[in-house]
């Protein structure tokens, strides 16, 4: 497979993983073409980080196929640790040992040759903002500069493919700013996979999400489609003020499919939140407020409601937890 | 093995800048000048039949039961602990040059601390001035002993500490490995019921594990390519045994 021009980064045909027969991953595929940050969303112990064991050929898959740039993980284990930068979960780091001389340890434990070592660990040091800590004993670092030495070590050796487990894990904003940038500006250079539990890091940072619930991929997709998808509608929240009998015929006129979902209580000047849904797509903001314009309510605000990918996230993994539920039952008919 | 040395000075490194080296180090040149001086305490009161670098090394296990379990205890059960073992074998480098790199490294330390003990008899020799006390056929034999049997007991160490991820439960099947090897074995060739004419192929078996017995080949300056093989296939099989183990676990977990 490697002589095929361009094989994508990363390649998940079929993957299982059983644990004394427990399933931890259930039949998991995806690919992930070069260049692209692919996010890894799920609820703890949905099999997130045996996935990236997998990939990065720690632990062996119970069966199905893993590749890495062509290479099978299974069948050629060293061309595929020679292509990835992988940071585990919780980041484990030598206490001991000083910044750079860890940096460079681990640079001779990736090959990069001896002579372009030196300025590339500078290099990383610039990148990760470290260089003032170089000299530092890594056990006396706080969170979130060990962190960083976590993130600097994994794209020491410049690998087309970076594995991060939960690479914000436990960073102020300022910090979660700064990986942020650091795993964008590698957009379009490496492949970048990273598992997050804070949602809008994954939203800002990612091409496209995975998201992943006991074991199996319950939805995929950029956070957009996601969106569109897994909640199916659009929202709008309107405060508005004056007779709201001819609302739902006022709505219809605009879109058949708009409704009211909820309506708040009036404040003091008379003012009620109004939430409408739709299942169009399309921006349909203009035309509700001149239709309550043209009612004669007045408007103080209108917008559109932007679904997070946390409610995308509950919503698939709920989704999910349903379906789980429902099969024994099916088996039960059968 | 090209990353065999990186591993191995990466392992030296790190002993050197421990201070738990140098308080073991001082602790083992301690105890160990402690039994010298007590040794040449006996000679000066009344002539021994052994020369005092025979007594000396006689009294190896000593050392050895206590400094083997506490050198190698560390070196794979805290990487498991840490979990740092994961980011070491996610790059290019085999269970087998990991294991093979801290062993080595385990081995030189071990080595130079009782190279240190060569002091003991740079002294004696400058300021007794009695040819008589420094017999030099039993200090080289006793060295060579020492370099050849810390092979296996270090391999012992490592393998323990591939067993466990808690650095005390490792020392202590280290320790207990070795007690049982060196004293047991002692103590079973010792014992009359092993005379018994059915039991002849077992009393063979233990007299051939007996270090005991090597020890006084070796100071007597025979060195028996058998005791040789005895402690490379022991050495062979330890290493093999805790890589073998390391990768199960990772299999396992």
Redesign the interface.
Known sequence: MPETPHPPAIEVSHLVKTFSGVPAVNDISFAAPRGEILGFLGPNGAGKSTTMRILTGYLPATSGQVSICGFPVASDPDAVKRRIGYMPENNPLPEEMRVSEYLYFRGRLKEVPRRKLGSRIDEVLELCDLKHVRHKIIGRLSKGFRQRVGIAESVLAEPPVIIMDEPTIGLDPHQILIVRDLIASLRGRMTVLISSHILPEIEVTCDRVLIINQGRIVAQGTPANLRREVLGHSAYEVEAAGPLGSLAFLLSSVDPGLSVASEGEADSLGFRKITLKTMNDDDVGEAILRAFLSEGLRVRSLCRARPTLEDVFLAATRRSWDTVAEEPKEEGRA | MK?FF??LS?EV??LL??PATYIAGVLFLWLMGFIFTSILEQFSKASQAESPAAVFFQLYFLPVIFMVPLLTMKCLAEERR???I????????TTTEVVLGKYAAAYLLYLSFWGSTSGLFYILKRFAGDEHLIDSGPIIGGYIFIAVSGLLFIAIGVFSSALSRNQAVAGMICASILIGLILGTRYLGNTSWLENESLAPFKAAVDYVQIWQHYQDFTRGVVDTRELLFYASGTFLALIFSILSVEAK??H?
């Open positions: 990353h990186t591993i990466h490194r790190m800048v421990s840490m979990g740092t994961e980011t070491l074998l996610t790059t290019p480098v990772l299999l977990s």
